[in-house]
């Protein structure tokens, strides 16, 4: 505090020990506080203590400025005024004041007064009125028209002439200090923020904004703002303990000019009291909710405006920015990636790819804050939310829940007994709002596309480009190997406890877009990420971002988590044969069985497009060969290649059309090929399993033996059927099945393996509209479902929703027998106008994955008629 040099001198006497009732010191403390509001965020702060008898002292603590010298001087002049009115009231002892611990004796001349005394007591409050007699220049008689009048500090003299009292120099609203009366931040969705950001289709009239990107707002102050005495400059703070050092606290300077990549503002409209500003954000800025206060400064001293919540920022990444490390050069791309809300998500095999529609709605009303509270509840330090990779990562591990209670919990039992389906989401709205408004318990429950399309979500609220992807035929690697092992006994039987490799029908994960500035050259673009919990990654349950061209050329070396991706979509099958003596020797490899059709929704259609290219070369190119060679010299088996075999007998299995339907026999062909100019005898066995889709085996259903001979250069075709009758009340999610060939040449001793997963069909829910959809207006849709099964369903239910029609709505339908139609109608009223999705979903635990979509387009609301 220094030498204090700032009291006048009359602070040295000594202090008057006497009662100060306790409603003078509420008063005093009340008014003096709320004179100094706006000087409370200065650094150096001042200890004043009053010591009052009896009790405890009063002490302020309160910055130190140019501005409340002024204002302490007055008030503590002003009591001691008080103190020396006291003494001398004591002294004389001639009148009793309204507290009886205090005596006071004011002048002959005012005892003369009395009854104006008292008929000012039935006015006011007798601590009042006390106060007002100490201090009459602080504590003004309030008249009738300061009723609606705020409590100010007014100049004035007491009635006391005496020589004891200082000078006293102006009132600060005298010097007019200059203040932020208002903050209009231009916020509304229809306004020039908004549009301009694209952020304009987010709910709510908040400030949201996109970092390296000017935005405008209005400051109201309590006078003109004369650009040669005064200043100002904002503050931006996130996070609990805001820091200038790590970006959480921003301090931005007024200036004449903005330059690109800094944080700075710049007067561009003065109109009267108000100012427009132009404000200008750097391109790495963290994302997240900015509080923001101005500070002003002129002549008459400093202040600063009090944090109104309404005035909060959002920040988002913005990939308009060429400088933001999230920028995506085309804008079709942009619109599909981070703007759409709805999308497609791919399932089934690859030979039977299925689509669903997905209500990714991350613009809907309260999702920008439910996926701020995912990050916020991650603990990650918000000083690194600046840092898309760190973002991804954390997304990643906090969509899943073993490790910190994340979003979702996974379930593949087939038993979703307390929570919800994974088969009926159709959207990620209603699982982050049950996450948010729970304060963070795991909404139960997930899946793999259900992970994914929840990430997509979250991803694209905080503007980086994200897509779901599906691969089919995704191989799960357990022991980093990069290759996808099977151990057999010495009869080709399975050895199901060291088979822990698996191969999922499908797995849907993300591809997000951003450049590696923490990678060599050229890895930047796709990452795939993937949330759904399957291996740890640095001890936690996350996966990526992984570089899709590392990936793809075998560069499993570079972080994150490239080897687990690289054996998803392009490891090798590697079938192993027990000896005599317990060792294994590798029999057969399979080098086109992993990673086929990795599908997403094509920009700016319902289309599916196949993306297999990006993840590896061709299959059996040269290219191809190496990668995955270079990839597994870093795995656990990396002398897994040896020189190849003869091999002259091949099998191949296929289907007709879109493959068998649930309720009807399953049919297949099997076709072996003779090259050699020999014949060819081969002991074939085939084993079908039912197994959920991600690979795991549930039950073998079916086994056979074959005996076949091939003639030199024969082809041969065989036809293979595994009855309803057989697989029926064996079947769990999915309706996944897979055929496992196994074989040995009698001539040769080639080992032949071939596997082939298949679903069994289930027929798709009918969405037909009814009637015009207007805004406001109701309208309704007929839904149609047929059950594809002999047996009665029990308990059916349909969900239903659609972004801007409706939120989820539950129907209960009940039991179902077998091959029954029901047909429901469903009325409701549209939000929003333009292109609308309304989503059904079968809920029945005896057939899953059955749902439906319709397009419906909205109209503005009709204008009122006019003849």
């Not at 920022?313 to 920015?321: E, G």
């Not at 990795?598 to 190496?626: C, F, M, N, Q, W």
Request: proline share 5%; charged share 20%.
């Amino acid at each position: 505090m220094g030498s204090g040099r700032w009291l006048p001198s009359w602070t040295e006497r000594k202090w008057q020990s006497f009662y100060i009732p306790p409603s003078f010191c509420a008063l005093f403390t009340h008014s003096l506080t709320h004179s100094l509001s706006f000087s409370l965020s200065l650094p150096h702060l001042l200890t004043i203590t009053l010591p009052l008898s009896l009790t405890l002292p009063l002490t302020l603590t309160l910055p130190l400025t140019h501005s409340l010298t002024r204002i302490l001087t007055h008030s503590l002049t002003h009591l001691l005024l008080c103190s020396s009115a006291v003494e001398r009231s004591m002294r004389n002892g001639c009148t009793v004041g309204r507290f009886p611990a205090v005596t006071l004796n004011w002048s002959d001349e005012e005892a003369d007064k009395v009854d104006l005394v008292e008929e000012d007591r039935k006015s006011e409050s007798a601590c009042r009125r006390w106060f007002r007699k100490m201090c009459p220049c602080c504590c003004k008689k309030a008249s009738v028209e300061a009723v609606d009048t705020p409590d100010t500090v007014e100049p004035g003299t007491s009635g006391d002439t005496g020589p004891e009292k200082p000078p006293v120099g102006e009132s600060v609203l005298e010097e007019l200090l200059l203040s932020v009366r208002s903050v209009n931040l231009l916020k509304s969705k229809t306004g020039q923020n908004r549009k301009e950001h694209h952020t304009d289709a987010f709910h709510g009239d908040d400030l949201i904004i996109r970092r390296g990107q000017t935005f405008m707002m209005w400051i109201e102050l309590s006078r003109p703002f004369n650009a040669e005495t005064d200043g100002l400059y904002l503050n931006l703070k996130t996070g609990n303990l805001p820091t200038v050092s790590k970006g959480t606290h921003v301090i931005v300077p007024l200036v004449e000019e903005l330059e690109d990549g800094q944080w700075e503002c710049k007067i561009v409209k003065q109109d009267g009291n108000r100012v427009q500003l132009s404000v200008n954000s750097v391109p790495t800025a963290a994302i997240g909710r900015y509080e923001l206060t101005v500070a002003t400064h002129g002549p008459q001293g400093e202040a600063i405006s009090i944090h109104d919540p309404a005035n909060d920022i959002y920040m988002l990444f913005n990939p308009w920015n060429e400088d933001d490390v999230v920028y995506m050069d085309n804008e079709e791309e942009r619109k599909e990636y981070v703007l759409n809300d709805v999308g497609r998500i791919y399932y089934g095999t690859k030979d039977q790819i299925g689509a669903r529609t997905w209500n990714f709605g991350q613009h809907d009303e309260g999702m920008l804050a439910a996926c701020l509270y995912v990050l916020e509840k991650s603990g990650v330090p918000v000083s690194g939310w600046g840092d898309p990779v760190n973002v991804v990562r954390v997304v990643s591990a906090m969509i899943n829940s073993p490790n910190d209670r994340g979003v979702l919990q996974g379930n593949w039992s087939g038993n979703y007994a307390g929570g919800t389906s994974p088969t009926v989401w159709s959207g990620s709205v209603d699982i982050l709002k049950q996450y948010h408004t729970s304060k963070g318990d795991p909404v139960c429950f997930g899946q793999c596309w259900v992970f994914s399309g929840v990430t997509t979500t979250v991803l694209r609220c905080f503007g980086i480009p994200t897509r779901s992807v599906t691969n089919f035929s995704s191989a799960h690697d357990t022991d980093v190997s990069l290759t996808t092992d099977i151990y057999v006994d010495e009869n080709l039987d399975p050895l199901d406890s060291l088979n822990s490799d698996s191969v999922w029908n499908f797995h849907v994960w993300n591809d997000c877009w951003m450049a590696r500035l923490d990678l060599p050259p050229g890895m930047g673009g796709w990452q795939a990420v993937d949330s759904t919990p399957q291996e740890t990654s640095q001890g936690v349950f996350c996966c990526g971002p992984a570089s899709v061209n590392a990936v793809r050329n075998g560069q499993v070396y570079l972080k994150h988590d490239a080897p687990f991706v690289f054996a998803e979509v392009n490891s090798d099958r590697i079938y192993w044969m027990r000896n005599a003596d317990g060792t294994f020797t590798q029999i057969h490899s399979e080098k086109n069985a992993i990673g086929h059709c990795i599908s997403t929704k094509a920009v700016g259609s319902d289309e599916r497009v196949d993306i297999t290219h990006l993840y590896k070369h061709p299959e059996g190119t040269e290219e191809e060969r190496i990668a995955v060679e270079t990839a597994s010299r870093y795995g656990s088996k990396p002398e897994v290649y040896s020189s190849a075999t003869t091999e002259d007998v091949a099998i191949e299995i296929s289907m007709d059309g879109d493959g068998p339907r649930m309720g009807a026999d399953a049919e297949l062909r099997i076709t072996l090929r003779n090259s050699s100019s020999e014949t060819r005898t081969l002991t074939l066995h085939s084993q079908v399993y039912v197994m959920y889709y991600t690979g795991v085996l549930r039950g073998r259903v079916k086994t056979d033996k074959t005996t076949v001979e091939l003639a030199p250069s024969e082809v041969q075709t065989m036809e293979w059927v595994l009855p309803y009758k057989v697989y029926q009340g064996q079947l769990v999610d999915q309706a996944a099945l897979m055929l496992m060939l196994l074989g040995k040449v009698k001539e040769t001793k080639q080992v032949l393996a071939r596997q082939f997963n298949f679903r069994l069909r289930t027929p798709d829910l009918t969405i037909t509209p009814v009637g015009d959809a207007v805004v406001g207006e109701d309208m309704a849709a007929k839904i149609v479902f047929t059950n594809p099964l002999p047996k009665t369903l029990k308990n059916v239910k349909i969900r239903i929703e659609g972004l801007g029609l409706q939120g989820i709505h539950e129907i209960v339908v009940g039991d179902v027998v077998g091959h029954a139609v029901v047909t429901l109608t469903e009325t409701f009223t549209p939000k929003l106008a333009g292109p609308r999705k309304l989503l059904a979903s079968l809920d029945c635990k005896q057939l899953t994955q059955v749902h439906g979509v319709a397009d419906i387009v909205v109209k503005e609301k009709r204008g009122p008629l006019t003849n």
